[in-house]
C-alpha cells in the first residue's frame, strides 16, 4: 500500500471550472509538497505547507494534519492548467519524500 | 540567475556500459535531490546530498548506483553497468539548504532521459 494516495487519478474538466485534488496519507508528517509535471515533463514545485493554507495566483492548497489530508484546488481553471499534480508527504523521521502517483489533469476549452 | 541545469537532457548507452548525469544547481543552492521516473510511473525519491556529503541516500538502489556533489563542480549520479530496466527520466532539484530538511522549496532541473538499448 503507498503511503500517499491521490485522487481522482485522472480528472476532465471545463475551463472555468473550479477543481480539487486530494491527496491522503498514512504516515505522520511534517511537511507536503505539491508539485506540477507539464506535459513536457518539466517539474515546478507549486507549495510546500506544514499547516494550514497557502494561495498563489488561482492555486490555493490547504492540509489538515489531523485528517492526514491535503487538498489543492484551482480556481477559474484554464487549458494551460493542464498537467500532472503529484503530492510528496515529508515524514515526521525526515527522511526522504514519499509520492503520491500523480493526478492527471485535462482543462478542455 | 540560471535555473538548474541537467546535462546530458537525453543520453543512450549500451547494456553494461556507465551512465554519468549531472546537474548544476541554481546559484546559491548547496542541497540536490535525485529523483528517477520510470515510464508511466510517478517520481521516486534517489538521494539528497550537501555539498562533500550525502544526507538521505535511502531512495538509491543498493547496486550500481552512486551520487556525488563535490566541493566544486556539478552533482554526478553515476550507474554502473546499466542494464534495461535503468530507461527512465532522471530529474535533480536544488534548494539554498537554509530550512529544515526536505521543508524548503525545490528547483527542478528539465531531466535526463536515459535510454538503455
Known amino acids: 500500500k503507498n503511503e500517499v494516495e491521490q485522487s481522482p487519478q485522472n480528472l476532465t474538466a471545463q475551463e472555468g471550472e473550479f477543481i480539487t485534488i486530494n491527496c491522503s496519507y498514512s504516515?505522520?508528517?511534517?511537511?507536503l509538497h505539491w508539485l506540477q509535471q507539464h506535459p513536457g515533463g518539466g517539474i515546478v514545485s507549486l507549495f510546500m505547507?506544514?499547516?494550514g493554507k497557502k494561495k498563489h495566483g488561482r492555486l490555493i492548497a490547504t492540509i489538515n494534519i489531523q485528517e492526514k489530508h491535503s487538498s489543492l484546488h484551482i480556481t477559474a481553471s484554464h487549458p494551460r492548467d493542464s498537467a500532472v499534480y503529484i503530492c510528496?508527504?515529508?515524514?515526521?523521521?525526515?527522511?526522504?519524500?514519499?509520492f503520491g502517483t500523480g493526478t492527471s489533469l485535462t482543462v478542455i476549452p | 540567475n540560471a535555473g538548474v541545469m541537467q546535462n546530458p537532457r537525453h543520453l543512450v548507452r549500451r547494456r553494461g556500459q556507465e551512465a554519468r548525469l549531472r546537474c548544476s544547481p541554481m546559484?546559491?543552492?548547496?542541497?540536490v535531490y535525485w529523483y528517477r521516473q520510470l515510464p508511466e510511473e510517478g517520481l521516486k525519491f534517489m538521494v539528497y546530498?550537501?555539498?562533500?556529503?550525502?544526507?538521505?541516500e535511502s531512495g538509491m538502489p543498493k547496486e550500481r548506483f552512486s551520487a556525488e556533489f563535490p566541493k566544486e563542480g556539478p552533482s554526478i549520479l553515476r550507474i554502473q553497468q546499466v542494464v534495461r530496466g535503468d530507461s527512465a527520466a532522471y530529474f535533480c532539484?536544488?534548494?539554498?539548504?537554509?530550512?529544515?530538511?526536505?521543508?524548503?522549496?525545490?528547483?527542478f532541473g528539465p531531466g535526463t532521459r536515459l535510454l538503455v538499448l
Open positions: 546559484k546559491g543552492h548547496s542541497h
Open positions: 505547507l506544514s499547516s
Open positions: 510528496a508527504a515529508v515524514p515526521n523521521t525526515g527522511n526522504q519524500f514519499y
Open positions: 546530498l550537501q555539498k562533500e556529503n550525502i544526507i538521505d
Open positions: 532539484a536544488s534548494s539554498p539548504g537554509l530550512a529544515v530538511l526536505y521543508q524548503e522549496t525545490q528547483y
Open positions: 504516515v505522520g508528517i511534517s511537511a
